[in-house]
T-cell receptor, first 111, second 113 residues
């Protein structure tokens, strides 16, 4: 079993839709949760960083963490064609510095 | 305010040659991480370094791969005697401290012929 599971997609939605991206993880020692966005042939760019269970909002993006279920989500409201990218969840343990990534979900927002 | 810089951006090597990938961290960052991204896979951690020290190399293949982060100059990821399976995108990230946010560079795409 992988430490972090993420549906690779692709996920295609019309412009303006609400997008839901999800990851599950197996190790309860993971404490820090991140979402990165990666455009084709570019480096990952940090979108959201959360520590505790609950919601964190930043503009059109909301990150949600449920530690009891080992489940994290990223919601994108009013999706735009410029949101078309691969979204990677990344998780880190309390004392470790390395990030463990999901495989990424490829999102396509169509006009 | 330059971000993480990596060079070269593209590198082509023949089997058996050596590949050297360079990473200059963000200004003020002294922690460097290397990750590898194989086609259709997520990023996999390779090694974590601070200046002149390897902190965690649990993701490094046992043979042919080495990394350094000298007191002066960029961090270097070195792959000796490359094989086709080494073809991948190699990303460097840096942070200001252990556990702090990691910022990624644009990556080096290695192709082994």
């Amino acid at each position: 079993q992988k430490e972090v599971e993420q549906d690779p997609g692709p996920l295609s939605v019309p412009e303006g839709a609400i997008v839901s991206l999800n990851c599950t993880y197996s190790n309860s020692a993971f404490q820090y949760f991140m979402w990165y966005r990666q455009y084709s042939r570019k480096g990952p760019e940090l979108l959201m960083y959360t520590y505790s269970s609950g919601n964190k909002e930043d503009g059109r993006f909301t990150a949600q963490v449920d530690k009891s279920s080992k489940y994290i989500s990223l919601f994108i409201r009013d999706s735009q064609p410029s949101d078309s990218a691969t979204y990677l969840c990344a998780i880190r343990g309390g004392t470790a510095s390395k990030l463990t990534f999901g495989t990424g979900t490829r999102l396509q927002v169509t006009l | 305010n330059a971000g993480v810089m990596q060079n070269p951006r593209h590198l082509v090597r023949r089997r058996g040659q050596e590949a050297r990938l360079r990473c200059s961290p963000m200004k003020g960052h002294s922690h460097v991480y290397w990750y590898r991204q194989l086609p259709e896979e997520g990023l996999k951690f390779m090694v974590y370094l601070q200046k002149e020290n390897i902190i965690d190399e649990s993701g490094m293949p046992k043979e042919r791969f080495s990394a350094e982060f000298p007191k002066e100059g960029p961090s270097i990821l070195r792959i000796q005697q490359v094989v086709r399976g080494d073809s991948a995108a190699y990303f460097c990230a840096s942070s200001s401290g252990a556990g702090d946010t990691q910022y990624f560079g644009p990556g080096t795409r290695l192709t082994v012929l």
